[in-house]
């Protein structure tokens, strides 16, 4: 069980103000495992602090470090850093959890574990900062100063908490293959951009992910409808080699049905995928779809690629952007969407309906519940299901709230009318 201690204030000298913690340079204070200190007043270290493994400082004022601060357990800021002493966090945990904008400001910065989970921003300032276990992004937002460089070593893994709007403001540069993960924007922007897989030279593959929000249209390929002019991800191979990479984008504000550059393709249904270019006004192919979950199929979603990409030269970039494809799979698909919203903008996300190639019209049937197991909405055609939907009105003429909601389908294929399909999912209806 951890032992917790609260620090009002501590005067030492008549240098510190009386609601100031002040250690002069022949004071030592060591935190013992499984010890919690909780200093309510700002720090002005010119001594030597120890937070030993599995023990932990809570910093609720500024610090500002002298001497020597050694963290090798858990270091929780609720304001900013001043360091111009010696500071090592190479075994230990960095957490920022203010309400405020915080600075953290070192001369080389080898960070253990860091984790983002604060209302606003904060900005590291060092030569050098590199993670080399653990980078996780809970709430908020995390940036560098100019100059610097974000570095995740090729030991260290990037978190993302599921629905988080947290985000690194800037360019990642991470080392090693695998699965990484970049939750990255660009001034309020913000996607995150994934290697599901990537292979090649493992440790010595360097690549630097960003994204740039800027009008900056692209040209769509012959396999493409149109591509996104807002977000694009920039991946840029500093050194080593890509050999095979299948990438995700969770992607945000986007609107699909207005890309401007279509192509003259005859189609009846569209779907978004990755699309991929040399340049960010380029000409943009599709890396095809493998799947889309938590979409309007519009506006937002997470996509990714059936088809991989490969990179062998320093310095060579790639453009990733939100594409909009014609679907020709000439054995027919069906597509069930998550989420809709009665009072969205465009009217074809304000019902929930089912889209499909060679979808028999019959038989087909769908129910949907509420978490009453009552019944909202039926249709025994797939017309019904695909031009009109269930608008959020039960069948008793009132509005459903929002909330979870159950789906139940079968249906068959044209050319194959006598093998009945079933699906079961659930969506959120947004009021």
Do not use: C
């Not at 010696?86 to 230990?92: A, C, K, L, S, V």
């Not at 989970?117 to 300032?125: H, I, M, R, W, Y």
């Not at 969407?337 to 979808?359: H, K, M, T």
């Amino acid at each position: 069980m951890k032992r917790s201690l609260v620090i009002a204030s501590l005067l030492s000298t008549s240098v510190a103000m009386a609601q100031d913690m002040y250690l002069q340079s022949n004071a030592e204070m060591t935190i013992a495992p499984n010890a919690i200190v909780t200093s309510g007043t700002n720090l002005y270290n010119e001594g030597r602090v120890d937070v030993n493994s599995e023990g932990s400082f809570v910093a609720l004022g500024n610090i500002t470090n002298l001497g020597f601060f050694i963290n090798n357990g858990s270091l929780e800021l609720f304001k900013n850093w001043v360091n111009a002493g010696t500071f090592n966090t190479t075994e230990g945990e960095l957490i920022f959890s203010g309400s405020e904008f915080q600075q953290f400001a070192n001369t080389y910065l080898p960070i253990s574990k860091l984790t983002i989970s604060k209302l606003g921003n904060v900005q590291l300032s060092a030569d050098s900062i590199k993670i080399t276990d653990e980078l996780n992004f809970e709430e908020g937002v995390l940036s560098v100063s100019d100059g610097s460089r974000l570095i995740v070593e090729s030991s260290a893994e990037i978190n993302h908490a599921s629905g988080s709007e947290s985000y690194f403001d800037g360019a990642i540069v991470s080392r090693g293959t695998g699965y990484r993960i970049f939750p990255v924007g660009d001034g309020g922007y913000y996607g995150t951009f994934s290697f599901l897989e990537m292979q090649g030279t493992g440790r010595s593959t360097e690549l630097e992910v960003s994204m740039i929000h800027e009008p900056a249209t692209g040209a769509p390929g012959e396999d493409l409808v149109g591509v996104s002019d807002q977000n694009r991800w920039k991946v840029q191979l500093n050194q080593g080699a890509v050999d095979h990479a299948i990438m995700q984008i969770d992607f945000t504000a986007e609107d699909l049905e207005q890309f401007n550059n279509e192509n003259n393709i005859r189609r009846k249904y569209d779907s978004p995928v990755i699309a991929v270019a040399d340049s960010i006004q380029g000409v943009y192919h599709s890396l095809g779809i493998e799947s889309i979950f938590d979409t309007d199929s519009i506006t937002f979603g997470i996509i990714s690629s059936s088809e991989s990409i490969a990179m062998q030269e320093s310095g060579q970039s790639k453009y990733f952007g939100v594409g909009l494809a014609p679907t020709i799979d000439p054995k027919g698909e069906i597509y069930f969407p998550n989420v809709f919203a009665p009072g969205a903008s465009d009217e074809r996300n304000q019902s929930y309906r089912v889209f499909g190639e060679l979808i028999a019209n019959s038989p087909f049937q769908i129910k949907i519940y509420n978490r009453f197991s009552i019944l909202v909405y039926e249709a025994d055609t797939f017309e019904e299901a695909n031009q009109i939907g269930w608008n959020g009105i039960n069948k008793a003429g009132k509005e459903e709230e929002t909330g979870v909601f159950y789906v139940f389908v079968q249906y068959a294929y044209q050319y194959e009318p006598e093998i009945i399909r079933e699906y079961s999912g659930s969506i959120l209806l947004k009021r």
